[in-house]
């Protein structure tokens, strides 16, 4: 046992020193940084062209002194098959898509709008030349008579619904006052002010979008 870990200090002693290289200016380069330091192939943390030159380096005199057969071999095919799966996943990213702009409220209110069980299956449709209509279903809403009929007029988020037939259709009851959210799903009401209890029935509540 003593004979073997002579003979592995004597080829440890015999192996040349490495050479210390230095750029012109007289500061290390990434080369001479490597050859300057004992400590086998530890690689820079550095993401630039340079990183993979300098882990190169290192591992062909760790290579070296270790006296492995095919070792700096291996070690770039490694580092090549590193480089090209970085580049490939790089180029198969796709860019964000970017989010389309919101339409107009007074777009989005167009259309065909109803309760779900168990708030009811009451239906309103809002057309674009500002007349509303109300049934007790969707599949009413052509029918006679219907629940109401009456005008909406949408200022921002701000909505007045105008019966002048059907229900809340008393001078009394006027109009009723609501703040909407609509979006592409549906559209929520929060009363303001409405004097017509039937019709602010609506308050708190959020009406889908028929399909």
Not at 137 to 156: C, I, M, N
Request: aromatic content about 4%; hydrophobic content about 40%; overall charge positive.
């Amino acid at each position: 046992m003593g004979s073997q870990i002579e003979l592995a200090e004597a080829r440890t002693s015999r192996l040349p020193p490495p050479p210390q290289l230095r750029a012109p200016s007289g500061s290390p380069t990434a080369a001479a940084a490597v050859a300057a330091d004992p400590r086998g192939p530890r690689e820079l943390s550095g993401t630039g062209g340079g990183g993979f030159a300098v882990a190169a380096a290192r591992r062909a005199r760790y290579c070296q002194a270790m006296r492995q057969p095919n070792c700096a071999a291996v070690a770039a095919r490694r580092a090549l098959v590193t480089a090209v799966a970085a580049v490939a996943v790089a180029a198969c990213a796709e860019p964000p898509r970017a989010v389309p702009p919101k339409p107009p409220n007074d777009e989005l209110i167009l259309g065909v709008f109803e309760r779900r069980p168990p708030s009811g299956e009451t239906a309103i449709r809002f057309r674009a030349d500002g007349s509303v209509r109300v049934a007790k279903t969707r599949a009413l809403l052509d029918s006679e008579p219907p629940l109401a009929t009456g005008t909406w007029k949408l200022d921002g988020g701000r909505l007045t619904l105008t019966y002048d037939h059907g229900m809340c259709a008393e001078p009394s009851d006027a109009g009723g006052t609501y703040t909407v959210v609509i979006s592409r799903i549906g559209v929520h009401f929060t009363r303001v002010e409405d004097a017509c209890a039937r019709r602010a029935a609506i308050d708190g509540q959020t009406w889908w979008r028929a399909r």
